[in-house]
């Protein structure tokens, strides 16, 4: 009867045991499974990681995590900006992260500039609905350019002739005003008495029968004038250069977008 009870007590705890054993790798398992899914990422881990579409298609690569959304950006010139619902992730590996949407539809519902308003559930009408939102949102946001042309004033310089400077030397007559001393002699006569020198050194001669003409050359300065070119001054020419501001009116011709 002992034996019976050990042998039972045994049949009951393998049992259990085989069932805890079961139940353990079962859980170990789905926890491996879930490693995959959405609800068990580390969404920190997953920033600047690669995204890819559900037929594997490069999506670009992880910019921000949102509360109910994963920011995708894939392009370095011409970006594009996908906000995605966390609830479309189908998998991260711990280098990719993956989404149950194809890159087209990837495209049509999440492509945006901006955060969403509303986040999309898996359902497909509310993800069509969110989808058609946001392209109503992106044809309101969407603008067209206008290049509007316009012209400018391009302002040179050129040197041009605006007049001749000339120069004329006109002869010039004017009466100049000298004074000159001028010498000159006059006959003076002196009536001295004789001396006994004069008497022995002239021989006396008889008077005169008849009138007797003495001339004496008299001398005097005269003027004698005689014109001779000298410099008087000199003349130098330069030219220098005068900066004057001009201001210039010109109209110009330009465009503007009127609504009508």
Do not use: C
Not at 23 to 34: Q, W, Y
Not at 77 to 90: A, L
Not at 101 to 106: A, F, G, R, Y
Not at 130 to 159: D, H, I, T, Y
């Amino acid at each position: 009867m002992v034996f019976n009870r050990r042998l039972w007590f045994i049949m009951i705890f393998s049992y259990f045991g085989t069932l805890n054993t079961t139940s353990i790798k079962f859980d170990d398992s789905l926890n491996i499974h879930m490693a995959g899914e959405q609800g068990s990422i580390n969404w920190n881990e997953v920033i600047k990681k690669e995204a890819r579409g559900k037929n594997d298609e490069d999506l670009g690569e992880v910019q921000e995590i949102g509360d109910t959304y994963v920011l995708v950006q894939k392009g370095l010139i011409n970006k594009e900006r996908f906000y995605i619902p966390q609830d479309q992730v189908e998998s991260y590996d711990g280098d990719v992260l993956r989404f149950k949407l194809s890159e087209d539809d990837i495209r049509s519902k999440y492509l945006g500039d901006v955060h969403p308003s509303v986040s999309s559930t898996s359902d497909n009408d509310s993800a069509n609905y969110v989808g058609e939102e946001n392209k109503a949102g992106l044809e309101e946001s969407e603008s067209a350019r206008f290049p509007l042309a316009e012209e400018k004033l391009n302002v040179s310089k050129r040197e041009v002739t605006y007049k001749e400077a000339t120069l004329i030397k006109e002869p010039i007559t004017e009466t100049k005003t000298v004074e000159v001393p001028l010498i000159y002699e006059e006959l003076i006569v002196e009536r001295r008495p004789p001396t006994e020198a004069t008497t022995s050194q002239h021989q006396l001669k008889p008077p005169v029968n008849t009138r007797e003409e003495i001339k004496i050359p008299l001398k005097r300065e005269e003027v004698e004038v005689k014109k001779e070119p000298y410099v008087k001054e000199e003349v130098v020419l330069k030219k220098k250069r005068v900066t004057e501001k001009k201001t210039i009116n010109e109209e110009v011709r330009g465009e503007k977008l009127v609504e009508s």
